[in-house]
């Protein structure tokens, strides 16, 4: 069979080829002189397999595309507090190059914009790093996401740092208030090599992927950032990162994002996928223009945006029965699927029905893939008010699902690979006696 995805892409990428519209950016020489043609889109799925169509393997200069990822080796080195209290988290509605800080805290608005960028690059890395030290830092983080060594566009570098003009102009207006405390043209050079380092539509993809993995690079396996930081980079993303069209791109395509000015285009969705775009005509914003298309094909065709509303929780519990009958008969809640808050509500709401008759209750988890901490805590919660109220409740958990299923203060579970350990067997029947039935001990297992 031939793969999906890939023909899926080279179609949509066909689609969208004959859009001629836009420019090169052309306030970097060397970025001007790029081919205009060049197009591409990778799709980094969080298990390591990447899909792509076009020119996914051509070098191009990620530009501000490193935003995210610096401000993650950031919060990450140097911890949120040290952060925020410099650079904040406010969708500025602005230009990426607007020279503006926040009225009442002098701090930039945002790490997208250019103003919170250049600082975060001072950021990035121990205090006392000379700035060859912070490059590489950052270029080893970089590469960190990628997943393999990247380097940079010397050429590049050296043909916008040629005219950093306005990038200088902030960087100075940020030492006048003392945002930046080292000197401005060297925290600029720094950041301008942030910019000029080289990446392909699968780099991008697959350091897209380590954002929605958690911080875990898909094929490395490496923990690049923590997960907290993961967290407020994608929220970050989402409200600040395709600068003033944020607000068109979140209802739109509604994926965290960010662009950068060689073509590049980034979306990061979390649990599921890492996507990247090349091509390098660039609408007002500074954003491609087919990017932008190929993103919005991308997310209605697959219903990408996060906040499609995902399948009723009522899912959860997939059936309510009774095995048995008389004072020896088992209720058993079989659930199925992830359990997050709302599905374990759910079981809240079955379990309020059980009746004080029906004291023996199984929670079958034998279909049930993930429970998340609040779930869990939720779902030991009900086991504990119901041993309180006179129940013996089991756990049917073959693979372990739930983490160190202990009710504590008074409640008590035992655990069971099948429902059958739960049975007590009526007379003649062979089915076996649950071991540890009415043990002192809060938490038993059977197995
Ligand atoms: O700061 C600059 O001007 C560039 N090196 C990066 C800007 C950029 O990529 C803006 N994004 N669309």
Known sequence: MRPIIPDYLAEVLRDVESDTSGEPAGYIPELAAA???????????????????????????????????????????????????????????????????????????????????????????????????????????????????????????????????????????????????????????????????LVTTRDLAMMAATLANR?????????????????????VMFSCGMYDAAGDWATQVGIPAKSGVAGGLIGALPGQIGIATFSPRLDGHGNSVRGVSLFERFSSDMGLHVMEVPAAARAVVRSHHVVGSGPNALRVLQLQGGVGFAGAERVV???????????RVAFDLTRVYSIDDVARRVLLEVARRLTLTGHEVYLVDP????????????????????????????????????AGYGSANPLTRLR
């Open 399 to 434: 693979e372990s699902t739930m983490p160190d299923p202990d009710p504590g203060d008074g409640g008590r579970v035992t655990v069971v690979d099948n429902v059958d350990q739960a049975v007590i067997p009526t007379q003649g029947s062979s089915a076996q006696e649950p």
């Open 35 to 197: 081919d205009p043609e060049r197009l591409g889109a990778a799709f980094a799925m969080i298990d390591g397999e990447v899909y792509g169509a076009g020119d996914i393997d051509i070098e191009f200069t990620i530009q501000s595309i490193s935003k995210p990822f610096v401000y993650a080796l950031a919060l990450s080195d140097r911890g949120f507090d040290p952060v925020l209290a410099k650079v904040g988290v406010e969708p500025s509605g602005e230009a990426f190059n607007e020279i503006s800080l926040e009225s009442d805290t002098g701090r930039p608005l945002n790490p997208m914009i250019n103003a919170g960028a250049i600082t975060v690059h001072s950021l990035a890395g121990a205090e006392d790093l000379n700035p060859t030290e912070r490059v590489e830092r950052v270029l080893h983080g970089l590469s960190a996401f990628a997943g393999r060594r990247l380097k940079m566009d010397e050429a590049v570098c050296a043909s916008e740092m040629e005219h950093a003009h306005r990038n200088l102009a902030i960087a100075h207006m940020l030492r006048s208030h003392d945002v930046l405390t080292k000197d401005p043209r060297t925290i600029v050079d720094g950041y301008t090599r942030q910019c000029s380092v």
């Open 349 to 359: 709401q079955e379990a309020m029905d059980i009746l004080p008759s029906d004291v």
């Open 215 to 235: 911080g875990i690079n898909p094929l490395s396996g490496e923990q690049v950032v923590p997960e907290p930081v993961v967290r407020q980079v994608l929220s």
